[in-house]
């Protein structure tokens, strides 16, 4: 017999706001038992960006939800098997050039959202992907013959390599010049024949899939529906509420592979006051009101509360964009703008950059008064979590509350 649909649930604006920070991680005490892997696990994909201004952003992801954990601490959980150091050299490694592969990863980088982190037991469900990789062209390098395998050789022989231990990340010439090794390699990668299981140095370091995936995931049989409806569950978890761009935005997916499977995905459609289209939720996130202590941070740009700008518009009211990308002369709030989050609400911006041991906040963009102990607070805490021992304010958008914001940052 055939189920009648259920009628929606309806949320008012602030419920869907305060789902959104809890399912995130922004409301409620931190759980600082399961660490930055437990934040990877609860987010489902942490998204990687080359920008580094007080940190890297998967660093400033962990730092946002957990507090002040050491960066080495948030780099070796991601990468389980690198060293406390990873990410400050290539590092000695072990026989003739070699690394060793993690021997039980917690993560590899694939493409989701954009690069990003994910949990290693996620690796059957980007099958589909790695299908429709093989079956369309890439970029516009040609490859010459034997390249693909003659970089499967060099892995099977010699273990884990980067690029540059491949034979040279690029040619010389333009930045997108790659080399014929790290086209092939990288081909490889989107094909699931090799796995990136850790960054050295931010360079990645690529193994054969079949030597560094666990053998009880290690394998493509899952039908592209299947991997669909869980990753369309895993975005409605991930996020709480959202709409259908939401949710398929979270992983990349196109509107009619969420539209195939929402239905068997067990989020449940819902109605938000101020949405002008259906959305869905994690039923587990409507079982009891979202309470708890907000943090009080600044947010990566590329952070999945706020990385899809038309649902940080719906939920916040608060319209941000990532300005690294344009002409200095047409920016607005800076370079880098990071979002202040306090109180369950985006207050302000702050674009910051690092002078020796001094933070400086280059450009600071306040929601009136009320912002300035928040604003001071987030840019204090950042501080220290960087090493830093003093903030020194450049700019503020709202002139007449300078001297007060320099007074709260004491």
């Known amino acids: 017999m055939t189920s009648l649909p259920r009628p929606a649930i309806d949320l008012s604006a602030d419920e869907a706001r305060r789902i959104a920070l809890r399912a995130q991680g922004f409301l409620g005490a931190p759980d600082r038992r399961s660490g930055v ?3 990877l696990r609860h987010l489902g994909a942490v998204q990687l960006d080359t920008i580094s201004v007080l940190a890297r952003s998967h660093e400033l992801i962990a730092y946002a939800r957990l507090g002040a954990v050491g960066r080495d601490t948030v780099e070796a959980a991601y990468w389980d098997g690198a060293s406390p150091d990873a990410g400050k050299g290539e590092g000695k490694v072990s026989g003739k050039g070699k690394s060793k592969s993690p021997a039980r990863p917690h993560a590899f980088e694939y493409w989701s959202h954009a690069a990003c982190i994910l949990p290693i037991e996620e690796w059957p469900h980007f099958a589909f992907r790695r299908r429709a990789y093989r079956t369309r062209p890439h970029w516009h390098h040609d490859l010459p013959d034997g390249a693909y395998d003659t970089v499967i050789k060099q892995l099977t022989a010699e273990g884990p390599l980067t690029a540059t231990q ?6 010389k010439g333009e930045w997108w010049d790659w080399s014929d090794a790290t086209v092939a390699v990288e081909r490889a990668l989107m094909y699931g024949e ?14 054969l899939a079949e030597r560094a995936i666990p053998d009880t995931l290690l394998h493509d049989d899952l039908d592209d529906a299947e991997c669909l409806r869980r990753l369309v569950r895993l975005a409605g978890q991930s996020l709480g509420v959202g709409t259908r761009a939401d949710i398929a935005d979270y992983h990349r997916l196109k509107g009619e592979q969420f539209d195939a499977v929402v239905a068997d995905s067990g989020l449940v459609p ?8 259906p959305a869905w939720a994690d039923p587990a996130a409507l079982e009891t009101a979202p309470r708890g202590r907000h943090r009080t941070t600044l947010l990566s740009p590329f952070d999945s509360l706020i990385w899809e700008r038309a649902r940080t518009e ?12 344009v002409p200095k002369p047409k920016r607005i709030h800076g370079y880098f703008a990071m979002p202040v989050l306090a109180g369950g609400h985006l207050v302000g911006r702050v674009d ?4 020796g041991s001094t933070l400086v906040a280059k450009q600071v963009s306040l929601d009136g008064a009320k912002a300035v102990p928040a604003v001071a607070q987030a840019l204090r805490e950042a501080a220290t979590w960087v090493n830093c021992d003093s903030v020194r304010v450049e700019r503020v958008d709202r002139p007449e509350l300078t001297a007060e914001l320099v007074r709260a940052l004491g």
Not at 166 to 171: D, H, M, V, Y
Not at 194 to 207: G, H, L, M, N, P
Not at 270 to 277: L, S
Not at 352 to 355: C, G, L
């Open 314 to 325: 719906r939920i916040f009211g608060f319209t941000h964009r990532l300005e690294a990308y």
């Open 194 to 207: 090799v796995v990136c299981t850790e960054r050295r140095s931010w360079k990645r370091v690529y193994d």
């Open 270 to 277: 819902v109605t938000v006051q101020g949405w002008d289209k």
């Open 37 to 39: 892997r437990g934040v």
């Open 166 to 171: 491949l034979g040279g990340a690029k040619n």
């Open 352 to 355: 910051p950059a690092r002078e």
